[in-house]
């Protein structure tokens, strides 16, 4: 009689695992973002340029910048053109001009990007797999002609330096996306 019980434990067993199916799961770290923001967004106007000078790239391979400024800017036009600007010339005589940061942890701190722009979201990297380093991102608006700007974006989340720059393409639309969500569109 013990021995059928055990049989009969022992085929439960087999069954419930055999039912078990092990998939794959996202790194929390790969999705979370913090951000702030400052200014005021009711000040932005139809027609925008690109800074002349605020388009700075910071990362630990120097030859990934020019591809991540050119991926970045994309994805940013994007959200603009959907949400109505006009992108021009600046010797169109932009309303406003646009200007974007990028940088890893290894090439600029959280006190250096708080002396730079004056906001930091403080992400944390506590319990964050090696494989991950904190990335921060500003979006800048500013009127035309003016040194300082009237809103601004900062955002932090985690990315994998040793992907290929096209695979980051997805996750640059998004982020453009959830950054300039605060502003009003002007279609």
């Not at 340029?49 to 991926?71: G, S, Y």
């Amino acid at each position: 009689m013990l021995a059928s019980m055990i049989r009969a434990v022992m085929v439960l067993i087999v069954v419930i695992l055999a039912g078990c199916a092990v998939s794959e799961v996202p790194s929390p770290a790969a999705s979370r973002i913090t951000m702030v923001t400052s200014g005021d967004p009711a000040l932005v106007a139809k027609t925008y340029a690109w800074h002349p000078t605020l388009f700075a790239v910071h990362t630990a391979n120097k030859m990934d910048e020019d591809a991540l400024r050119i991926h970045f800017r994309q994805a940013v036009d994007n959200v603009m053109t959907a949400k109505g600007y006009r992108l021009v010339n600046l010797e169109q005589m932009p309303q406003m001009t646009v200007g974007f940061g990028l940088a890893l942890e290894s090439a600029m701190s959280d006190v250096e990007i708080l002396a730079k722009v004056g906001l930091v979201p403080g992400l944390s990297t506590q319990g964050v797999d090696k494989a991950f380093e904190k990335g921060s991102v500003l979006i800048a608006l500013f009127p035309a002609k003016v040194e300082r700007p009237f809103w601004q974006v900062l955002a932090q989340g985690f990315t994998e330096p040793s992907r290929d720059i096209e695979d980051r393409e997805a996750r640059f639309e998004h982020l453009a996306q959830i950054m300039l969500n605060g502003l009003p569109d002007v279609n």
